[in-house]
């Protein structure tokens, strides 16, 4: 029997019912709007006073958003404190010596629960962070969908294995990636929040003494205050961007055209591949380079969320909540 318009409509609801069983309620802009309508400014405005503090701070909660949502989707698994049965992501060979930030994220909550107790997931509050950091350091700005809600698990094992290593080469790079959905512009785009920052000798010290796709002045400039000798200033830090480490623009595309990446995965994004050309094109056009950076920031910001009656709204960030 031909369905009818009724027909039609009842079987579009059970489809979507379906989907949303399935795939989880999809994340909106307007999560919080009647909820916690002041959550957006209360965020902004500590990681601005956060910033004027330490200026580094913006790269940092940006990244700590990248090593959240490459462990079990964008869950504030990374959040999580080590106990005395649990050990969580923070001790991982990729986050033990570059992430940071925890503590702001931690005044952000402190801030959200005076004003709106019990309603914002931890992970939602890391997503607007990272997005204030970008916008305060002069990078774009967006429209940050919400919803996410707190995984009480972590994976110490995931995070070695997902987040891309430094030594990492352009087909690693391109396979991790794409392990989360995310395509080659994706990486490219996303690779340039490495327009601001700083890293430590022990992170970059093989590729400035054992790389040859490395401008000599460069590879000079930075051995002179990281030995080859491991052990001996392990952690000194380099910025990540020659000239504007503080500064959210394109110019990181610029040094790596110019065989000045600070660290071999950053070199592998234009070292005669197939990213060579959107790199060319990021260092001469930062509109182009902010609207793919934006849009996969949003994608990247879609990895696996917990939304409806999954995980749960942590009360504190660092501990999942007691039953």
Same mark, same amino acid.
């Given at each position: ?126 997503? /607007?962070? !990272?997005? =204030?950091? &970008?916008? #305060?350091? $002069?990078?774009? *700005? ?39 959905? /995310?395509? !080659?512009? =994706?990486? &490219?785009? #996303?690779? $340039?929040?490495? *327009? ?41 830090? !380099? ?85």
């Amino acid at each position: 029997m031909a369905l009818g318009t009724s027909g039609h409509h009842c079987l579009f609801l059970a489809l979507l019912l379906l989907s949303t069983a399935v795939y989880g309620q999809p994340l909106s802009t307007s999560f919080y709007a009647t909820t916690c309508p002041s959550l957006e400014s209360i965020v902004r405005t500590a990681v601005t006073n956060a910033i004027a503090s330490e200026s580094r701070m913006g790269a940092s909660l940006l990244r700590l958003f990248f090593h959240d949502c490459f462990v079990q989707g964008c869950d504030a698994s990374i959040l999580l404190d080590d106990t005395g049965s649990f050990t969580g992501e923070k001790t991982a060979f990729p986050n033990v010596n570059s992430v940071r930030g925890y503590e702001v994220i931690d005044q952000i909550k402190t801030n959200v629960e005076a004003a709106c107790p019990g309603i914002v997931s931890c992970a939602d509050i890391v997503a /607007l962070a !990272a997005r =204030d950091g &970008t916008f #305060l350091l $002069g990078g774009p *700005t967006w429209n940050v969908s919400l919803g996410r809600r707190d995984s009480t698990t972590a994976s110490w094992s995931q995070a070695n294995s997902d987040l891309p290593n430094p030594a990492s080469s352009l087909a690693t790079l391109l396979a991790a990636f794409g392990n989360k959905g /995310l395509n !080659a512009t =994706d990486m &490219t785009a #996303l690779s $340039g929040a490495h *327009t601001v920052g700083f890293t430590q000798c022990q992170v970059y010290r093989d590729r400035i003494y054992n790389d040859t796709n490395i401008n000599t002045p460069f590879a000079r400039l930075r051995q002179s205050n990281c030995p080859a000798t491991k052990g001996v200033n392990d952690t000194v830090l !380099a910025p990540l961007d020659v000239q504007t480490q503080v500064t959210f623009d394109n110019a990181y595309y610029g040094d790596l055209t110019k065989y000045k990446g600070l660290l071999h995965s950053d070199q592998e994004l234009y070292n005669g591949g197939s990213q060579d050309a959107l790199v060319k094109k990021y260092s001469s056009n930062s509109a182009v380079f902010f609207a793919d950076f934006v849009a996969a920031m949003i994608k990247m910001g879609n990895i696996s969320p917990l939304t409806g009656t999954d995980g749960q709204i942590r009360a504190n960030c660092r501990v999942v909540n007691s039953s």
